[in-house]
Nanobody, 120 residues
Framework: QVQLVESGGGLVQAGGSLRLSCAAS????????MGWFRQAPGKEREFVTA????????RYADSVKGRFTISRDNAKNTIYLQMNSLKPEDTAVYYC?????????????WGQGTQVTVSS
């Protein structure tokens, strides 16, 4: 069982940056692939990025490539999402997720989400 808690969301102007964190409970955090998803109002939840258990491989949605960076610190049971050059269309609730195995969805565990709002 893994419990996930996101933090770091907020309001930022277009072109600005935010860093999200996701703290995980459980002794086997290092065995899990981790991902970030987002859901904008009126839209379905979409994949943003993911990272393998050891950080050796990452995957990004085309819409965030070159702007967002996922990382993890297994010693701290935490993953991060550095978001740069933010755009109004990045506005959404961002969710952290975990699964055992490869980064490909579906994911088994989800956080409660953190709101990111980008103003134009």
């Amino acid at each position: 069982q893994v419990q996930l808690v996101e933090s770091g969301g907020g309001l930022v102007q277009a072109g600005g940056s935010l860093r999200l964190s996701c703290a995980a409970s459980g002794r086997t955090f290092g065995n899990y692939a981790m991902g970030w998803f987002r859901q904008a109002p009126g839209k379905e939840r979409e994949f943003v990025t993911a990272i393998t258990w050891n950080g050796g491989h990452t995957r990004y949605a085309d819409s965030v490539k070159g702007r967002f960076t996922i990382s993890r610190d297994n010693a701290k049971n935490t993953i991060y999402l550095q978001m740069n050059s933010l755009k109004p269309e990045d506005t959404a609730v961002y969710y952290c997720a975990a699964k055992y195995g490869v980064v490909t969805p579906p994911y088994d565990y989800w956080g409660q989400g953190t709101q990111v709002t980008v103003s134009s």
